[in-house]
């Protein structure tokens, strides 16, 4: 039996909802695109860290002893694909502010769509930690998937993918390739135009962020 494909979950907290329906407006700044990338980014993370377990930990406040939480065990890697993920980093790092960072150079080749990587720079215990993925489009699921492969080649086995958009087709590659990885995303969109854009979609996401054409 095929194993079951891990969860998709919309975030749809009406704050991301808002704040998405404005980065998608043709009209906003490059200014504006990027504060509003960074802003969901820290609304994702809250939501993406939500089952993190907790174990307790004895402290003294001013008045007494007593037993608080912590969050136990394996700690956070960040992993943006270049350049668009970066964009969420800042956000997810003023939640999270002892995670390392993995940097995946992946660039989508615009004849064929197939994910090209020129950079790959990651922490050496990545066994030991949960990375989690960014990369505000999950299009063709091409760059993702290359992502995640490079990833587990490189001993991450507790992994999660983060964006902002997704395209139908592409939630299904992701799962068929990676059955172990759950999303996350701020919406599920109609489908891929034949550039394999997200449709609606906001366009290109690190043009946008970049205010490169
Ligand atoms: C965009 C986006 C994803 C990829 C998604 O990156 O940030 O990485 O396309 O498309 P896919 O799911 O079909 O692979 P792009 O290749 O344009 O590079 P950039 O972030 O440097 O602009
Ligand atoms: N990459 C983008 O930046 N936007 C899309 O719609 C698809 C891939």
């Known amino acids: 039996m095929q194993p079951q494909p891990a969860t998709v979950t919309v975030v749809d907290h009406p704050l991301v909802q808002h704040k998405l329906t404005l980065m998608r407006d043709r009209a906003r700044s490059t ?34 002893a007593m037993e608080g939480r912590q969050i136990q065990g394996k700690k956070l890697v960040l992993a943006p694909i270049l350049r668009a993920g970066v964009g969420f980093l800042d956000g997810m790092l003023s939640l999270l502010p002892s995670a390392r960072v993995a940097h995946v150079g992946l660039y ?9 990587e020129y950079y790959f720079k990651a922490p050496s215990d990545l066994a030991d930690r949960t990375v989690l993925v960014l990369d505000p489009m999950l299009a063709t699921a091409n760059s993702a998937v290359a992502a995640l492969e490079r990833l587990k080649q490189r001993g991450a086995q507790d992994l999660r993918f983060v964006c902002l958009l997704a395209a ?3 939630i299904a590659r992701l799962q068929a390739a990676h059955p172990d990885v759950p999303i996350w995303t701020a919406s599920i969109d109609s489908h891929l135009n034949d550039h394999g854009y997200i449709v609606p979609g906001l366009g290109d996401a690190g043009d946008r962020m970049y205010g490169t054409r």
């Open 108 to 116: 989508r080749d615009p004849e064929t769509l197939e994910a090209v």
């Open 31 to 64: 200014q504006g695109f990027r504060r509003l990338l960074n802003e969901i980014g820290m609304l994702i993370a809250y939501e993406v860290t939500r089952d993190l377990p907790l174990e307790p930990v004895t402290i003294e406040t001013p008045l007494q």
């Open 168 to 170: 139908p087709e592409g």
